[in-house]
């Protein structure tokens, strides 16, 4: 279930430090949320305000070097809130690779599975997680992650109380109910319409149990 959605940006706030329309970092309290301008639709539009991009990749660099850390970021959100537009171009930034929860998630149910193999698995050792085929709705090849390298996780239950600790920077994207249906089923179709439901309950256990927004850094309206 790939996720769709837009991301821009007019600038971010968070723990881990704040980012400006140009693409300033500095330091800052608690979690805020900003607007964020600009859309990726299906023909490919605007992506990420470039002051967005460079700023939360500097703030997450800014944390790992201070704590000798491997990079970790977070992306998470709700269906159609653009989580994988901005996992992908601050992976590209960061010479990160980008796990995709998609590819995570075993199945329709398998959301709380997903998030719990972000801390045990993907962010674990070995790190690396097993593939789900949608296709054959059945498990498939273990993919192995490089320690070594950065990563970014996107997709809901990437963010929760176990990976939180984990990571160098934390992002959570929000969005209004009626624009994530749009985008989300403007691309999947009747294929997500048909389990929409039973997908945003999922959301909204996890939501409810681990509470993502408090536990970002960063907080983005798309």
Known sequence: ???????????????????????????????????????????GAAGPADSLVE???AAAAGVATASGTR???????????GKTTLGTVLGDRLG?????????????????????????????????????DWATSSP?????????????????????????????LRVWLEADDGTRWDRAIGRDGDVFAREWERWAAQESAFIAAERPAELADVVLRT
């Open 1 to 43: 279930m790939p996720e769709s959605g837009a991301v821009g940006a007019s600038g971010a706030v968070g723990a881990a430090g704040a980012v400006d329309a140009a693409g300033a970092v500095g330091a800052v309290g608690a979690a805020g949320a900003v607007d964020a301008a600009g859309a990726v639709g299906a023909a």
């Open 55 to 57: 700023g939360l990749a």
């Open 71 to 81: 990079l970790v970021v977070l992306v998470d959100g709700r269906s159609g809130t």
């Open 96 to 132: 990160a690779e980008v796990v995709h929860l998609d590819d995570v998630y075993p199945g329709w149910d398998g959301l709380a599975a997903a998030a719990r193999a972000v801390v045990t698995d993907v962010l674990g050792e070995p790190s690396g997680y097993r593939r789900w």
């Open 140 to 168: 498939a090849e273990w993919a192995p992650v490089d320690p070594e390298r950065p990563i970014v996780v996107e997709g809901c239950g990437a963010l929760s109380r176990g990976s939180a600790p984990l990571a160098s």
